[in-house]
């Protein structure tokens, strides 16, 4: 979309509030929604609406929001981005109150202000368009974004008069008791649209005698009325885009939201899933066509997955890369990994920071990987750890290989050459090089380099004792005593 830059409007984020009903030491907006902080949601919105400018409220664990606002301002962008412009409300005073906190900033801007409650993630970038169309369509003042819920409880209600026009918003706090209000269910989204022009001065209009003892926002409805101004409500059909977080129930409906929506995009762009409901992509992930994802996975972070891959259940990966054709077997955990095209991992496998996997490498069950390189088609099938390895092509790793890579103090390194073949229940200790081609013996605990082609055993002969067992039954059933199994 390339809109006139005089035509965007600013955006102001309110993410002051401390969200005491999440009952968290951690400010409300920076509880993670589908894979990113609350208040993310509402940046990258109003980045891709576009806007001219973006300002924030900041207010308790403001350095803690503020970052999260630059990271959402920062990551993904195509354009050259904005920079996101803040402003601090000391006491949480009120909606109204945190608006005013942008005076000083925003006071010599004219035009159209989109105000975002910072609590409100799932609100599509054309859902705000639409808001700003109609607000400048109709000539208003202030927009009001509304909805209409089955449980209207909590949010503001809209009180519309007999020309269905907006006649005020009033708070839960303040109706309580009061069915005819109580039973409104449009309500206020908390998203608005308002000139700027003649704001602030509105706004110190309002006054703190309410249930709550706050500047609320919404009353702004009344002001601008008095005032002779145009307000409007526009009614959105989606309750989902713009449910508000003030509980951790609320979180969990508005994460389903944003995961059901994101699930729908990636069946829409052609990958399966299974069971949408239960699979929980979040909204930085990209999956490629023809990749299949069982019930219960969990994709996280900006994971990307390529083409035709298969994510069977139970499987969690995050912020890595899987290639095209790649099979994931059932409960495999993969974290900041590398995946090679045509790789096949798990069942039960464990992919940990810094573990690449070149094309057509196998990983089966019970191995864990960590900082550790396997090039094509090398293959650790059972039971292993590999750390802080670096293991050569069509490298076979028996089941039972420890890479012994810890000392107490230090990590080492354990270097294994092209087609190296590793015997099974083998230790390499680190720090060891096996050249290429050299096979290791199995059971073998490995202290020392190997060269290429060599074959490196350590473990004792077996001896083997002729007619042992048939003296030893004998001497015990002379003692009274039997053995199940004796011949
Ligand atoms: C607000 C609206 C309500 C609406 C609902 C939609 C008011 C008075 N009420 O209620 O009509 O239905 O949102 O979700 O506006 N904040 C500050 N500084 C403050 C107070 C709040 O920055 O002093 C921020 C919060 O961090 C939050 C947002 O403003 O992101 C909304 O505040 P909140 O207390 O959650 O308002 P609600 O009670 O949900
Ligand atoms: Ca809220």
Redesign the pocket.
Known sequence: VSTPRAARPCALI????Q?KRMKSKIV??LHPVAGRPAVAHVVKAARSVPCRRIVS?L?VQAAEVRSAIEEAARDGSRSKGIRPEFCA?KK????A??VLAAARILGAERGALLIL????PAAKPETLRALLYRHREAGASLTVLTTNLDDPQG??RIVRGMDDSLQA?R?QADIAGDASLEEIRE????LYCVELEGLFEALRKTSRGNAQG?Y???DLVGVLRAGGKRVEAMCHDDPTEVL?I?TRADLALVSKAIYARKAKELMLEGVTLLDPGTTYVDVGVTVGRDTTLYPNVRLEGRTKIGEGCVVHSGVRIAESVLANGVLVLDHCVVTEAVVGAGARVGPFAHLRPGSVLGSGVHVGNFVETKKTRLRDRAKANHLAYLGDADIGREVNVGAGTITCNYDGWEKHRTVLGDGVFVGSDTQLVAPVKVGRGAFIGAGSTITKDVPADALALSRVRQQTIRGWAVKKRREMAGRGKSRSGRR
């Open positions: 309110l993410a002051a509030g969200g409300k907006l409220v207010g409300q949480q005073l009120g909606t109150h945190a409650n910072g609590d409100v949010y503001g918003i708070e309500i206020n989204a908390g706050e609320y926002l919404p508000g003030n």
